[in-house]
Every structure is written in structure tokens, then in C-alpha cells.
């Protein structure tokens, strides 16, 4: 998994009704990226993204689940934050999930079952923009001889 090491500070929420796919890929994503917050429906996707939308770097749902669907449950959180990237997964190929979910500006679709890999292959690439953007600061605030923080760094913390 060293090919996925820029993954270690990403925050995902998971949301997935059926118990054993969410405990199975919440182990999976967890020897990869930082923090995975989980919910079993949208209702609680959404409920959940409201209290950590701060800590959220990407968010991976189901589509079709209780009480309030992946796509209701992305309609809703687009309307707080535009930029987030969303990864549906379903079980199902329905011509017209994949037409709702490009109107809601969803950023990848990936069927079920799951193939680890290639979810994390596929968060790399939708998380890109933000990948880079981390490691520009890291180099901004690093000197590259020692490692250490450098006098910016310093400067920020002096400023906090």
C-alpha cells in the first residue's frame, strides 16, 4: 500500500446500509487514509457531514439505501459544499442513476462489488487537486535539506 502514501491524511465518509460491505471497506480504507467517519444511511450521512463537514476531505455512498438515498443524500450536502468530491458504488447499473448522480456533480461511479484497489485508485484521482495542494505546503513549510520545519512555519505559529 506504499503507492498510496499521500492518502494518509484523507478523511472519507463512508456511507453504506449493508453492514458487512461498510465494515469491510471501513478496514480497508483504514490501513490507507487518516480518519474514515461511517453511516448506514443518507439520513445519517448527512447528519454526519454537517457536524465533521470540516474534516471531510471525500465522500464515498451507496446509492440505494434506507430512509434517505445516496442521491437525496448528495443533493442535500451539495447545497452546504459544492467543492466535496462524492464516489457513488452500487450494486445496480441503471441507466439513470448514472444521469442524476452527473446532474448532482458526482465525481465518480464505481460498481459494486467493490474492488479495493480500485477505490483507492479512484479516490487519488478525484482528490488530486487537494493531494497537491497538501504537499505544496508541506514543501512551503519544510526545509528540504533537514526536513524540518522552516522560519515560515515558525512564522505561522508565531501568528496563531
Given at each position: 500500500?506504499?503507492?498510496?502514501?499521500?492518502?494518509?491524511?484523507?478523511n472519507?465518509?463512508?456511507?453504506?446500509?449493508?453492514?458487512?460491505?461498510?465494515?469491510?471497506?471501513?478496514?480497508?480504507?483504514?490501513?490507507?487514509c487518516n480518519?474514515?467517519?461511517?453511516?448506514?444511511?443518507?439520513?445519517?450521512?448527512?447528519?454526519?457531514?454537517k457536524?465533521?463537514?470540516?474534516?471531510?476531505?471525500?465522500i464515498?455512498?451507496?446509492?440505494?439505501?434506507?430512509?434517505?438515498?445516496?442521491?437525496?443524500?448528495?443533493?442535500?450536502?451539495r447545497?452546504?459544499?459544492?467543492?466535496?468530491?462524492?464516489?457513488?458504488?452500487?450494486?445496480?447499473?441503471?441507466?439513470?442513476?448514472?444521469?442524476?448522480?452527473?446532474?448532482?456533480?458526482?465525481?465518480?461511479?464505481?460498481?459494486?462489488?467493490?474492488?479495493?484497489?480500485?477505490l483507492?485508485?479512484?479516490?487519488?484521482?478525484?482528490?488530486?487537486p487537494?493531494?497537491?495542494?497538501?504537499?505544496?505546503?508541506?514543501?512551503?513549510?519544510?526545509?528540504?535539506?533537514?526536513?524540518?520545519k522552516?522560519?515560515?512555519?515558525l512564522?505561522?505559529?508565531?501568528e496563531?
Amino acid at each position: 500500500m506504499l503507492e498510496y502514501e499521500e492518502l494518509k491524511n484523507v478523511n472519507i465518509l463512508y456511507v453504506e446500509d449493508e453492514d458487512i460491505i461498510r465494515e469491510h471497506v471501513t478496514e480497508m480504507l483504514q490501513e490507507v487514509c487518516n480518519e474514515i467517519f461511517t453511516a448506514k444511511d443518507g439520513e445519517c450521512g448527512y447528519q454526519l457531514f454537517k457536524e465533521k463537514q470540516n474534516h471531510i476531505n471525500i465522500i464515498i455512498s451507496d446509492i440505494q439505501m434506507p430512509v434517505l438515498s445516496g442521491l437525496e443524500m448528495a443533493k442535500k450536502i451539495r447545497k452546504i459544499d459544492n467543492h466535496v468530491p462524492i464516489i457513488f458504488t452500487t450494486a445496480f447499473s441503471d441507466s439513470s442513476y448514472l444521469y442524476e448522480s452527473i446532474n448532482i456533480g458526482i465525481d465518480a461511479y464505481i460498481e459494486k462489488p467493490i474492488n479495493i484497489i480500485h477505490l483507492f485508485k479512484t479516490i487519488r484521482k478525484t482528490l488530486t487537486p487537494f493531494l497537491e495542494r497538501e504537499k505544496n505546503l508541506r514543501n512551503a513549510y519544510t526545509d528540504k535539506l533537514t526536513g524540518i520545519k522552516n522560519r515560515s512555519a515558525l512564522d505561522v505559529q508565531i501568528e496563531k
